[in-house]
Nanobody, 117 residues
Framework: QVELVESGGGSVQAEGSLELSCVLSESDRDICGMAWFRQRPGKNREFVARIRSDGSIAYADSVKGRFTISRPNVKNTYLQMKNLKSEDTAVYHC????????????WGQGTQVTVST
């Protein structure tokens, strides 16, 4: 059973930085794509960033230039967040897309990020 565990959330002042971490429980699984999603208060879950095994990366327009996704090895995926804004307040989830077909089969429980002004 694949499990994803996020960490690194917390409270930060606007314009501050945080780095989220996602650890994949089974590092021998061939997971093609990893992504971060978030759910802001009162909103639907939304895409934030994704990275694939071929090195391709995509970001939501709202975070371009401020967030950086990385996956230095099979097990770990990170989301570096800079210049945080109050509208970035959300629960952030990492998700795994084993075949890079857009189907995120595995999800973490999420980590809360709160940005205050």
């Amino acid at each position: 059973q694949v499990e994803l565990v996020e960490s690194g959330g917390g409270s930060v002042q606007a314009e501050g930085s945080l780095e989220l971490s996602c650890v994949l429980s089974e590092s021998d699984r061939d997971i093609c794509g990893m992504a971060w999603f978030r759910q802001r208060p009162g909103k639907n879950r939304e895409f934030v960033a994704r990275i694939r095994s071929d090195g391709s990366i995509a970001y939501a327009d709202s975070v371009k230039g401020r967030f950086t996704i990385s996956r230095p090895n099979v097990k770990n995926t990170y989301l570096q967040m800079k210049n945080l804004k109050s509208e970035d307040t959300a629960v952030y989830h990492c998700a795994a897309d084993p075949s890079c077909n857009g189907r995120y089969t595995y999800w973490g429980q999420g980590t809360q990020v709160t940005v205050s002004t």
